[in-house]
């Protein structure tokens, strides 16, 4: 069999079954044991049991179940509360001090616990708030769906740790290069929340509440905790005094810790953490496995000659080809799951940029800087999902959609600079490596 029919009956074959509604994980395994067979028959589909052992005996996968642990513990803490409350006192006099503190919650989530804290804290915390006190919706929905996919890009990233299974780069150095884009993004939010403030003050309305400086000053023990698991976290990472698999194991025990300091640790929030960390993680795996699978059956088919053949031999300059991949993946991110857009392109992607003389971790950081649009585009995108389960119901769909344009406009932007300048990935990665 040709290496053009298996790219077209792989590639085929995985985009019709996502366009029927089979989960990621199960169309990836089904397409790659299929085509497995048709190549070299039963004897060939040991390589299936072999991937599959390796990849769930692989010791580096445990980062995965640790860090969500860690958010799981945190959130049932009741900490994205006290900081939102702590935040609030120190901005109240400030127009769009919420969407701001928004912003900010969901950054002090994003390196404690990932994507999906944030989002779902502060729709459920702060949405209600802004709104209440006559915010615009698009402002008030727009802030915390932004500021929640951050988590995407600032370490510790899931998604990160996943991509960087797949594409085989450094998590930790992957960990450094999201770090000074992701707070890039979080600057570009909170300075387009004050300035259309101020220029329509309707949108945020000032607050006629005025916190005392003993108030304010009483109010920041709320943030000594997080704010200490997040430097032993991630300095252990950055300093080198621990590697990303044990800062996890660090982060899931201080995280364990704050929910007895806070009084909030009972039977039911270890339960309910520990199996919605089961329930992730484990979709993540199986997701690592077919993705593994799907990667080894179209190497072994020949694909990584011929993608690289293909490449030499356009007349076009690198940059071009660059673009159309980014130009690609915004598509898929639109109709596609972010981990099916990382596990079908990664894999391919990640070698051309390598072959064209682009750095691979600053090649991954743009990637994932792209996948942040895609959680915040509809009609598949999750931040848009996950918020309209929690928003109050006056909030509708189209109200949540309107909401975006601002945002994406901000995340393309940082796409762009991370494109035109890759010191903004890399200075802090060679800094520290």
Same mark, same amino acid.
């Given at each position: 069999?040709?290496?053009?029919?298996?790219?077209?009956?792989?590639?085929?074959?995985?985009?019709?079954?996502?366009?029927?509604?089979?989960?990621?994980?199960?169309?990836?395994?089904?397409?790659?044991?299929?085509?497995?067979?048709?190549?070299?028959?039963?004897?060939?589909?040991? !390589?299936? =049991?072999?991937?599959?052992?390796?990849? &769930?005996?692989? +010791? *580096?996968? $445990?980062? /995965?179940?640790?860090?969500?642990?860690?958010?799981?513990?945190?959130?049932?803490?009741?900490?994205?509360?006290?900081?939102?409350?702590?935040?609030?006192?120190?901005?109240?006099?400030?127009?769009?001090?919420?969407?701001?503190?928004?912003?900010?919650?969901?950054?002090?989530?994003?390196?404690?616990?990932?994507?999906?804290?944030?989002?779902?804290?502060?729709?459920?915390?702060?949405?209600?708030?802004?709104?209440?006190?006559?915010?615009?919706?698009?402002?008030?929905?727009?802030? !915390?769906? =932004?500021?929640?996919?951050?988590?995407? &890009?600032?370490? +510790? *990233?899931? $998604?990160? /740790?996943?991509?960087?299974?797949?594409?085989?780069?450094?998590?930790?150095?992957?960990?450094?290069?999201?770090?000074?884009?992701?707070?890039?993004?979080?600057?570009?939010?909170?300075?387009?929340?004050?300035?259309?403030?101020?220029?329509?003050?309707?949108?945020?309305?000032?607050?006629?509440?005025?916190?005392?400086?003993?108030?304010?000053?009483?109010?920041?023990?709320?943030?000594?905790?997080?704010?200490?698991?997040?430097?032993?976290?991630?300095?252990?990472?950055?300093?080198?005094?621990?590697?990303?698999?044990?800062?996890?194991?660090?982060?899931?025990?201080?995280?364990?810790? /704050?929910?007895?300091?806070?009084?909030?640790?009972?039977?039911?929030?270890?339960?309910?953490?520990?199996?919605?960390?089961?329930?992730?993680?484990?979709?993540?795996?199986?997701?690592?496995?077919?993705?593994?699978?799907?990667?080894?059956?179209?190497?072994?088919?020949?694909?990584?000659?011929?993608?690289?053949?293909?490449?030499?031999?356009?007349?076009?300059?690198?940059?071009?080809?660059?673009?159309?991949?980014?130009?690609?993946?915004?598509?898929?991110?639109?109709?596609?799951?972010?981990?099916?857009?990382?596990?079908?392109?990664?894999?391919?992607?990640?070698?051309?940029?390598?072959?064209?003389?682009?750095?691979?971790?600053?090649?991954?950081?743009?990637?994932?800087?792209?996948?942040?649009?895609?959680?915040?585009?509809?009609?598949?995108?999750?931040?848009?999902?996950?918020?309209?389960?929690?928003?109050?119901?006056?909030?509708?769909?189209?109200?949540?959609?309107?909401?975006?344009?601002?945002?994406?406009?901000?995340?393309?932007?940082?796409?762009?600079?991370?494109?035109?300048?890759?010191?903004?990935?890399?200075?802090?990665?060679?800094?520290?490596?």
């Amino acid at each position: 069999m040709s290496i053009e029919l298996v790219t077209v009956l792989l590639f085929g074959g995985l985009l019709f079954l996502l366009a029927i509604g089979v989960p990621v994980a199960f169309a990836l395994g089904c397409i790659s044991v299929i085509i497995s067979f048709l190549l070299g028959g039963a004897k060939d589909l040991f !390589v299936v =049991a072999t991937t599959t052992y390796r990849e &769930i005996t692989d +010791p *580096s996968l $445990i980062t /995965i179940p640790l860090f969500l642990l860690m958010g799981n513990f945190l959130v049932h803490s009741g900490i994205s509360d006290r900081l939102f409350r702590a935040l609030n006192y120190w901005l109240s006099g400030l127009r769009g001090g919420l969407a701001i503190v928004s912003v900010g919650v969901c950054v002090a989530l994003a390196m404690c616990g990932g994507f999906g804290p944030g989002i779902l804290t502060m729709g459920l915390i702060a949405v209600p708030a802004m709104l209440e006190r006559s915010y615009d919706k698009s402002l008030a929905l727009g802030s !915390v769906m =932004a500021g929640g996919v951050l988590g995407c &890009i600032i370490p +510790p *990233s899931i $998604i990160m /740790i996943v991509f960087a299974y797949i594409a085989r780069v450094s998590v930790g150095k992957l960990f450094f290069a999201g770090a000074v884009p992701g707070f890039l993004c979080a600057f570009l939010y909170m300075l387009y929340i004050l300035i259309r403030s101020y220029l329509q003050p309707h949108l945020a309305p000032g607050t006629a509440e005025k916190p005392t400086w003993r108030l304010r000053w009483t109010s920041l023990k709320d943030i000594i905790f997080p704010s200490f698991l997040i430097v032993t976290v991630l300095g252990s990472i950055f300093f080198g005094i621990a590697t990303p698999t044990e800062a996890a194991g660090v982060g899931a025990f201080g995280s364990f810790l /704050i929910c007895i300091l806070y009084g909030r640790l009972t039977w039911r929030v270890v339960i309910d953490s520990c199996l919605e960390t089961m329930k992730i993680s484990g979709m993540a795996l199986w997701i690592l496995v077919a993705a593994t699978l799907f990667g080894v059956v179209y190497t072994s088919a020949g694909a990584q000659g011929m993608v690289m053949e293909i490449v030499e031999k356009v007349p076009v300059n690198r940059w071009v080809i660059l673009a159309t991949m980014q130009i690609i993946l915004l598509l898929f991110g639109m109709f596609m799951d972010d981990y099916a857009v990382i596990t079908i392109c990664a894999p391919i992607f990640v070698p051309i940029a390598i072959l064209l003389g682009f750095d691979a971790i600053w090649f991954s950081i743009v990637f994932i800087l792209n996948m942040q649009v895609a959680y915040l585009t509809p009609p598949f995108g999750w931040a848009l999902i996950l918020l309209k389960g929690v928003a109050p119901p006056e909030v509708t769909t189209r109200d949540i959609w309107q909401s975006v344009p601002p945002f994406v406009a901000m995340q393309l932007l940082v796409l762009v600079i991370a494109m035109i300048f890759p010191k903004i990935a890399l200075w802090l990665p060679g800094k520290m490596f």
